[in-house]
């Protein structure tokens, strides 16, 4: 393409503004809608995967399986023990780290404040490992204090603010069921999960504590039991060896229904990116059928601009302008009009996608949706809109440059 005609082009559709304008339009559409789509489909995929991230590192759940009879499910049996998870972390080679969970709810008193959390968790020392949560201050509970059933605990930013307040909670001692607990540490902050949930909003405490002190129960008997696998990869490999492991220790004959289940999160992590990928395209693609709707509309405007300058086409013919040289300039103009049109509408699909997120995190109270520009969208829209311009403008172009010199000379 030389400079001349470039400026040619550029002359030629600045005479017909407003034609051009509306020209373009469909395809501004079409590209800040498919823009739009795949910019809002990789944030919900970010938010889907830091959520994950969030709940800890290559996390696997083992929990009890749901108890049916006669075809009814009536919940689930305790069936997992604290024995079971030191099983685990120490007879499955994929396996980095494990920690009971038994739950808990009660009120919490410090003082003249009273609060119910809405997460108590007895766990074990390993729980910051497996959940990769750093503490803000202090320290966590050791192997010694879960043996013991130690009256300490961590607390959640949540709880420093409604009992705490300013002062430091360190040191502090709070009641739960009139039963004395030291705070040794406090969490750093997490925010709201994907529904909306407080995730500071929890006391941890040795597993043995609340068995024992505030459930009063002698049994070992556990909710769940937290997993992290060694590393990504290695995630259905331990999940093989959880399995294995837990029917042998629970006399599970081959065949039979097993009395737990193992879920392996980045698995899930993986489906739920499937799905938000899998709906974006398919947005994306239902929004790509305005850029056909644009293409046409050039097509049909350089015919009309064909048929309108057929006498200056003669001229330029009769001085000695080749075939090659109206069809580099029909397509020239063509394609001009579609990449302005990819331009403005990339531009549009940026706002529309940063102003569309920023309305989700205004009315929703869970995580905030990250704001992403799709540079992939981008190039795709660039490319795309230069190839509309080739595909929709080569006809007009060659129908241009093949018409007769006299024919055209003669046309009024």
Known sequence: MDFLTLRIAIRALAKNKLRAGLTVLGLVIGIAAVSTMVSLGQSASALVQSQFEQLGTNVIVVSPAQQQRAGITRGAKMTLTTQDANSIAAECPAVLATTPVVVFAGQVIYGNSNFNPREMYGVGPDYL????????????????DVASAAKVCIIGQTL?????????????TIRIKNIPFKVIGVLEPKGAD????????????????????????????VNAILVSARSLTQGPDAKHEITQLLAERHRIHPGDRLDFNVQDTAEIARVLGL???????MLAAIAAISLLVGGVGIMNIMLVSVTERTREIGIRMAVGARSGDILRQFLVEAILLSMVGGIIGFVLGIGASTGTTMLINS?????RWP???SLEAGVIAFAFSAAVGVFFGYYPARRASRLDPIEALRYE
């Open 275 to 281: 799905i938000t990928g899998t709906l974006t395209m």
């Open 194 to 221: 994907l529904v909306g949930q407080d995730q500071d909003n929890l006391i941890l405490m040795p597993c043995t504590s609340v068995r024992k002190r505030l459930q009063g129960s002698d049994f070992n008997d």
């Open 363 to 367: 009315l929703t109270s869970g995580s």
């Open 371 to 373: 704001i992403i520009i």
């Open 129 to 144: 490992l497996v959940r990769n949560w750093p503490l803000r201050s202090g320290t966590f509970f050791s192997a010694r």
């Open 160 to 172: 420093v603010a409604k009992l705490f307040q300013t002062s430091n909670p360190i040191g502090q």
